[in-house]
């Protein structure tokens, strides 16, 4: 039997409003609701940045990158906030990025300050962690559906027209205390990780600005490789936190030519630079290969040949800090290039950067893989509690 009826399944049973997964003491269908007719809705603005007076106050200004984060980067005066649109929003209130790299991303505002027009403080009589829960289950169709090709911004007329379900009171806050249990643990399992992070930085810090360190010229270390992809190894791209990563597997998808015999190859423990701009490395990120096969990589990218294994360890760690990254990379910019990233894969080797002697290098790389091991170990333990609570938000929600 089929039907068109989008409330009836193909054996002809009503399809009901309940999810697949429920506390046995709960019972009933959940209620359809338009979130205009169930919220309250306000965005901000921001100062002219041109009047030093409006900032360095004591109202901490948030931006859609901090819409979950314990403090603000920027601060404004109470001249400031009177004399633009920025508006309050309380600790505990809802926040949904409208723009840019941020949109669609909700948090629960843990602290009182200002917002700006990139950020809809959203306000209800719901259980806000069910429906930040219930958001972030469905923000992936909403903005395929708003956002087409990853391009434009979300509105507040956007979000007012969506419909969502909520149950009876009781229920919600029974399944926001489980949410709030897993996000609590996986909030504690981010600052071990950032722990183990934080010691890698120092321990790498220390051994660079060793009395023995010995400035270097890069291409006395790497060379080079200048092999193309014609057996067509898989494609592999470079990223912040991950490295060198597989495109489908990290990205969900291929962004190669469909023709990549001319891609560069690159060996385990190879040194690989992309130009490529992101965040806190605006003039692009140098890793270590650590797959074990050979890959290809965008023939954009710079393959390295390490003069050893110690040595490609090394600097790995020694660009993991963008604050070096940067100072090395930005030496190396063509003069007169503007807006973009103008170093040749030979010139990246033409920089010095501090090399500590052979002992405290061996020292360093047999330290700084056990705490890598024992971070590999906690990162997968965080990877297994976001599965989980991907799997509950899938369930427990509709």
């Known amino acids: 039997m089929t039907t068109n009826n989008k409330n009836i399944d193909k054996q002809g049973k009503k399809l009901l409003n309940v999810p697949n997964l429920r506390f046995p003491e709960f019972e009933g269908e959940w209620e359809k609701m338009k979130l205009k007719d169930v919220c309250s809705f306000f965005s901000g ?49 809802l926040l949904l990025a409208l723009y840019g790299a941020t949109s669609g991303q909700i948090a629960i505002s843990k602290i009182k300050g200002a917002i700006n027009q ?8 719901h259980n806000n962690v069910f429906f930040k829960s219930t958001w972030e289950k469905r923000v992936g169709k909403i903005l395929q559906a708003f956002l087409q090709g990853g391009q434009g911004n979300l509105s507040a007329e956007i979000v007012k027209s969506l419909t969502f379900y909520f149950p009876k009171m009781q229920e919600q806050n029974k399944i926001a205390y489980l949410i709030s249990l897993i996000e609590e643990r996986i909030a504690t399992q981010n600052r071990i990780i950032e722990k183990y992070e934080s010691l ?12 023995s360190a010995k400035k270097v010229l890069l291409k006395e270390l790497l060379s080079e490789r200048k092999e193309k992809n014609k057996n067509l190894f898989p494609v592999y791209s470079v990223s912040v936190s991950e490295g060198v990563v597989n495109q489908i597997e990290y990205l969900g998808r291929s962004f190669s030519a469909a023709d990549t015999s001319n891609y560069n190859v690159a060996h385990w423990g190879d040194v690989i630079y992309t130009k490529s701009p992101t965040g806190e490395f605006p003039f692009g990120i140098i890793k270590r290969s650590d797959i074990e096969t050979e890959v290809a990589v965008s023939p954009l990218y710079g393959v390295y040949k390490p003069v050893s294994i110690n040595v490609a360890i090394y600097l790995h760690y ?9 100072n090395y990379l930005h030496k190396l910019i063509q003069k007169g290039a503007k807006n973009t990233i103008n170093i040749t894969n030979q010139r990246f080797l033409e920089n010095y950067i501090p090399v500590p002697n052979g002992e405290i290098l061996s020292t360093f790389v047999k330290l700084i893989g056990d705490i890598a091991a024992k971070l590999k170990i906690e990162q ?18 509709i």
Do not use: W
């Open 380 to 397: 997968s333990i965080l990877d297994k509690l976001q599965k989980q609570k991907k799997y509950l938000l899938m369930q427990m929600f």
């Open 45 to 93: 603005g921001t100062p002219s940045s041109t009047n030093k007076s409006y900032y360095d106050g004591d109202i901490p200004f948030i931006r859609s990158g901090e819409i979950g984060a314990g403090s603000t980067e920027l601060f404004l005066s109470e001249l400031g906030l009177n004399n633009s649109s920025a508006k309050i929003v309380e600790v505990g209130d």
């Open 200 to 211: 890698i930085k120092g321990i790498t810090q220390k051994v660079y600005k060793h009395p």
């Open 318 to 326: 020694y660009f993991y800090s963008p604050i070096n990254a940067k």
């Open 118 to 125: 990139a950020i809809l403080c959203i306000r209800s009589s």
